[in-house]
């Protein structure tokens, strides 16, 4: 199995606080991403990163920031949590064109 | 964008067959496909790259045409364990890293 560590698995935070979550890889993988899921939206891309320091936004940006300073962790922060961020979170990691990517056990977060 | 998925739902009887669709408006280098048990991770299935190519293993293949930038996931003689949710993952042409996935599709597979 892929080395992909998500953090924390469960979180429960209020309306307006600041939460951080994090992936964290052994597979030294290039590409590393963020995604929620939600009930009949699927998987929807947040936020990628193709190397260090390197990042890109995907369909659902907005509230959400990401830090890679090293090739192995990829933060995903949410400034000020609002309700609408109650979903559950995977990280993803890819190397090759031709290769799988690999997914975290995701974080459930519900902001109260 | 998102790829589009069809259809939404499908409900089937062991051993009987099933087509997933994926449509995406833009020009691909590959596609992904992946399956989902319930509050579990998405697990790969396969990926097919540009070319037209058509795979499979076991009872599960799947094409992609590229021109129409359509693939379709072919499941055969269906099993109780192809129970889950399918999410094609599109990758565009000209930008191989950004990975985009549908909506899903839920498969259930009854005795």
């Known amino acids: 199995d892929a080395g992909i560590t998500q953090s924390p698995r469960h979180k429960v935070t209020e309306t307006g606080t600041p939460v951080t979550l994090r992936c964290h890889q052994t597979?030294?993988?290039?590409?590393m991403y963020w995604y929620r899921q939600d009930p009949g939206h699927g998987l929807r891309l947040i936020h990628y990163s193709y190397g260090v320091k390197d990042t890109d936004k995907g369909e659902v940006s907005d509230g959400y920031s990401v830090s890679r300073s090293k090739t192995e962790d990829f933060l995903l922060t949410l400034e000020s949590a609002t309700s609408s961020q109650t979903s559950v979170y995977f990280c993803?990691?890819?190397?090759?064109?031709?290769?799988?990517?690999?997914f975290g056990q995701g974080t459930r977060l519900t902001v109260v | 964008q998102q790829p589009v998925q069809s259809p939404q739902a499908v409900i089937l009887r062991e051993g009987e067959d099933a087509v997933i669709n994926c449509s995406s408006s833009?020009?691909?280098?590959?596609v992904h496909w992946y399956r989902q048990k319930h509050g579990e991770a998405p697990v790969f299935l396969m990926i097919l790259l540009k070319g037209g190519e058509q795979k499979g293993h076991d009872k599960i293949s799947a094409s992609f045409n590229e021109k129409k930038q359509q693939s379709s996931l072919y499941l055969t003689a269906s099993q109780l364990s192809y129970s889950g949710t399918y999410f094609c993952g599109t990758v565009p042409s000209g930008n191989t890293g950004k990975l985009i996935f549908g909506q899903g599709t839920t498969l259930q597979v009854k005795p």
């Open positions: 833009k020009a691909l280098y590959s």
């Open positions: 597979e030294n993988h290039r590409y």
């Open positions: 993803a990691t890819w190397e090759l064109r031709n290769t799988e990517a690999f």
